[in-house]
């Protein structure tokens, strides 16, 4: 039985006879409560809908976001991507047999840190020139063999055969 439909009977008798009081919630104040609760499931369906969306715009899969993939290895990120604050990494390679760009309105930095975060060698490559910071400098061929070395103390041409113009 509905909580609406029990009453209350008074224990004093009247010359009219029992008197019968209403329990729940009638008139506007019922109205009211279904209008909160229906807001209250459109809001909902409108939220669920919204994430499914996100999750679709994204491309949100369960191996990862977009082109980026998780791997045992780590992360594998496919196709351009840009970087709009510093990338630290402890390895970064192209697929076998592609190469791999980096393109910079200004310059590319690579620096080598030692455990303190201490740079201790860093190469600048910019629009005017390459710089390159560090306690030695080596030029090698593919077979290893010394071509230029550079000091704070020598500079060492290993070429077997030397051509300087001008």
């Not at 496919?78 to 309105?105: C, M, T, V």
Request: hydrophobic share 40%; charged share 20%.
């Amino acid at each position: 039985m509905p909580q609406e439909q029990y009453a209350h009977r008074s224990t004093m008798q009247t010359s009219e006879g029992p008197q019968v009081y209403k329990v729940g919630i009638y008139g506007w104040r019922k109205r009211c409560l279904y209008f909160f609760v229906l807001l209250l499931m459109i809001l909902i369906l409108v939220n669920l809908a919204m994430t499914i969306w996100i999750l679709k715009v994204m491309n949100f899969t369960i191996d990862g976001m977009g082109n980026l993939r998780i791997t045992e290895k780590g992360l594998k990120l496919e196709g351009d991507s840009e970087f709009l604050k510093p990338l630290y990494a402890k390895e970064i390679r192209s697929r076998p047999g592609n190469p791999l760009y980096f393109q910079s309105a200004r310059n590319v930095t690579v620096n080598i840190l030692n455990e303190k975060t201490k740079v201790l060698t860093r190469l600048v490559t910019g629009p005017q020139a390459v710089e390159a910071h560090s306690q030695k400098f080596e030029v090698k061929t593919l077979s290893g063999k010394l071509l230029f070395s550079a000091d704070d103390n020598e500079v060492v041409v290993g070429a077997e055969r030397l051509r300087v113009l001008g």
